[in-house]
């Protein structure tokens, strides 16, 4: 049934260009990276953190991975895309490789659509395309709150594919699991005056 709807998703988002299509080449890759990135999500829940995982690769590697990391480093921007990214600068440095020729031909999957920050980065980079769970109500770039990944008319970095929806009720319920603890680094509510 999962596998159903996906394929179905992929089928009618008809203009994915034949960069994208050497990115995503079957269903079977996105199970098996996205089986990884919920792990992570898994580990971050453990850790207190926003459940979100990711993984960006490349040429069938992965050259990056991470989860949200904003309670252990109490650094607002430390978001699993952000994690993974500085990973793959990495794995670019040492090999001597072009940061944007390999980003290039990198897709990203994670379990949560990217926020309006993390979508504004990937599309600096050109990320070419992004696989995710479920969409992100609150920070939601690719869409939900606005639309940075994919609209052709931003003047910064290139637009970018979206594939949404794979085991989304999987990765919202991940997410509720987290809202539903106490928070220990959220601010004290302030009582409003009359
Ligand atoms: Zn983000």
């Known amino acids: 049934m999962r596998g159903e709807g996906l394929r179905t998703r992929m089928q009618t988002c008809g203009n994915i260009s034949h960069r994208v299509k050497q990115n995503v080449s079957n269903l079977d890759d996105i ?59 990495e794995w670019c440095r040492s090999r001597d490789l072009d940061l944007k020729d390999v980003c290039a031909q990198t897709t990203l999957y994670v379990t949560v659509e990217p926020c309006i920050m993390c979508s504004a980065a990937l599309r600096l980079v050109n990320i070419p395309l992004i696989v995710y769970g479920c969409g992100n109500e609150r920070f939601g770039g690719c869409g939900s709150v606005l639309n940075i990944a994919s609209d052709d008319d931003l003047l910064t970095g290139s637009s970018l594919k979206c594939i949404s929806g794979y085991r989304a009720e999987e990765a919202v319920d991940v997410l509720k699991r987290f809202y539903k603890q106490e928070n220990p680094n959220a601010p004290k509510c302030k009582v409003r005056k009359a």
């Not at 919920?38 to 979100?52: K, T, W």
């Not at 990391?69 to 607002?76: F, G, I, P, Q, Y």
């Open 31 to 89: 199970q098996r990276w996205m089986e990884v990135a919920f792990d992570m999500a898994s580990e971050a829940l453990e850790n207190g953190e926003v459940p979100v995982g990711c993984l960006m690769v490349y040429r069938n590697e992965v050259i990056g991975k991470g989860r949200n990391e904003v309670n252990d480093t109490k650094n607002a921007t430390r978001h699993a895309e952000m994690v993974a990214f500085d990973q793959v600068m």
